[in-house]
Structures are given as structure tokens and as C-alpha cells.
């Protein structure tokens, strides 16, 4: 879908103000989405000392997350961008595969260098995404957004599945909320400042790219997996335009909570 039909979108659902879960996975599939390949995306200071390994619960052991890596714990994340450092909390207690993967992409330099190619602020404020590691190449050509994580060890796309927490529950993979029929709200919500996983249509196809929230996005909940917070440099975040590089990105705290 093309960059300005996702706006017409957008519009036409916020004209009408159409309601309830069924509208709002409608809405965030159009918005975070749009790869072909649905194995593609587009769709807290660490404690001391490190936090124990927490066991997996029955719903991990029913899907492929044990290749996969997981924080037990939290990390924090030095984003470097053009004006200035954004620091990330990234929540491995409430995320555990989906921040674990993370980690593991900044500590590997995956994200050193790479476009935020998706910028929406108007008709208001919505998200800041990256994380296309085609991106890197400034002689790429081709459409940003539909680009994932290449494993080096295996040469094999690298996704992870999706991952939400209900309050007061055990992580829910797999599925957005309306499908596990859930109807409490994520531990980890899209407030202003949420960083959460990009994906396709797929529940189980987010890779390397992730989104920051511009505002409070609460139609988003239970649809998309949100796995840390912007602690400091909001107002970073809102200068950021399309086509900005990261300069790097640097685990400075939490490392050893990660586990391969």
C-alpha cells in the first residue's frame, strides 16, 4: 500500500470514528503492515544484581522461541540520533523474546546507521519507525520498510513471534488479543513513548524493525508488541523526520541479562 493511501486511511477511519477491537486491528494492520513477505516487518536501568533466569512458561514451550534470544530482566539503550541520545528501558520481565531480540540486534550493530522510513505526524502525531537493515546501504534503491534480520550464523531470516502480556496473566504468543480472547489490557501499553515491534499481517513476522509511539495509542494494544519506554529524549524523538539516520545504538546497561 502506498505511503499516501495509508494516510487516506488513517482519515477516513478517524472521520468516522469508527470503535471497538474489530476497528482497531482493521486500522493498525493497515498502518504497521504492507510487506510482502509476511516473514518481513512493516508493518530500565538493569537491575544489580542481575536478575535471575526466570523458567518458561507453558505457553513458550508450546512455540519456537528457544533459539531465540531472551533478556531476564531489563536493559537500557543508548539510541543515538541526530540532535542528541534517546535512552530506551527496555522490560525483559513483561517481554522477554521480543526485548531479548532487540538487545541482541543493538549489541550486534544491527541498527548503527539506519533510516527511520516511516514518519507520521499529521494528521497528528502517530509513530517514528526503523530498523530496515537495507537501510544501512545509502545506494539502496529500493522500498524501505520491507527488510528483516539476517541471521550471519545460519543466513536465515531471523522473526520472532508475537508477544503480549495480559495484566495479571501469562504471556499470550501467537495471537492478538481479540483472537486469545483476552479483555484485560497489555502489562506493557502504547502510551506516548512506547517502543513496540513493527510486523506484517502475520502475527509471528516481526524482525529488526520497531516503532516509537508519538502519542498515546491505546487502539494498538493487544495488537502489536510493545517491549520498552522512552525514558529520556522524548523531544528528540519528536524531531525526528524521515529519512534521519541512527547514529548507533549501544547497550549501556543490562547486557548480562541477555541470554543466547
Known amino acids: 500500500m502506498m505511503f499516501t493511501n495509508v494516510f487516506r486511511v488513517f482519515n477516513v477511519v478517524r472521520s468516522i470514528k469508527v470503535k471497538g477491537l474489530v476497528a482497531a486491528s482493521f486500522l493498525a494492520t493497515l498502518l504497521l503492515s504492507g510487506c510482502a513477505d509476511s516473514s518481513v516487518s512493516y508493518s530500565a536501568p538493569a537491575s544489580s544484581p542481575p536478575a535471575a533466569t526466570s523458567k518458561p512458561t507453558q505457553l513458550e514451550k508450546q512455540k519456537p ?5 531472551r533478556l531476564d530482566g531489563s536493559a537500557t539503550i543508548a539510541l543515538q540520533v541526530q540532535n542528541g541520545t534517546v535512552t530506551i528501558e527496555v522490560d525483559g520481565k513483561n517481554a522477554p523474546i521480543t526485548a531479548g531480540n532487540f538487545v541482541d540486534l543493538v549489541q550486534r550493530g544491527v541498527y548503527d546507521n539506519l533510516v527511520f522510513h516511516r514518519v507520521v505526524k499529521e494528521p497528528q502525531p502517530f509513530v517514528a519507525q526503523g530498523g530496515d537493515p537495507q537501510g544501512k546501504d545509502p545506494g539502496f534503491t529500493g522500498t524501505l520498510g520491507t527488510g528483516g534480520f539476517i541471521d550471519p550464523d545460519t543466513s536465515q531470516a531471523r522473526t520472532i513471534p508475537l508477544e503480549i502480556k495480559p495484566k495479571n496473566s501469562e504471556i499470550i504468543y501467537g495471537k492478538v488479543f481479540s483472537e486469545a480472547g483476552v479483555k484485560t489490557a497489555p502489562e506493557l501499553s502504547h502510551t506516548r513513548g512506547a517502543v513496540a515491534m513493527a510486523r506484517s499481517q502475520a502475527p509471528d513476522s ?3 524493525q520497531f516503532y516509537i509511539a508519538l502519542a498515546d495509542l ?21 524531531q525526528i523526520k524521515q529519512g534521519d539516520r541512527i547514529t548507533s545504538a549501544k547497550v549501556v546497561q543490562g547486557l548480562e541479562n541477555l541470554r543466547k
Open 65 to 69: 522461541v528457544k533459539n531465540l534470544p
Open 206 to 208: 516481526a524482525s529488526s
Open 218 to 238: 491505546p487502539f494498538l494494544d493487544g495488537n502489536y508488541a510493545v517491549f520498552g519506554y522512552v525514558k529520556n529524549g522524548m523531544e528528540l524523538v519528536d
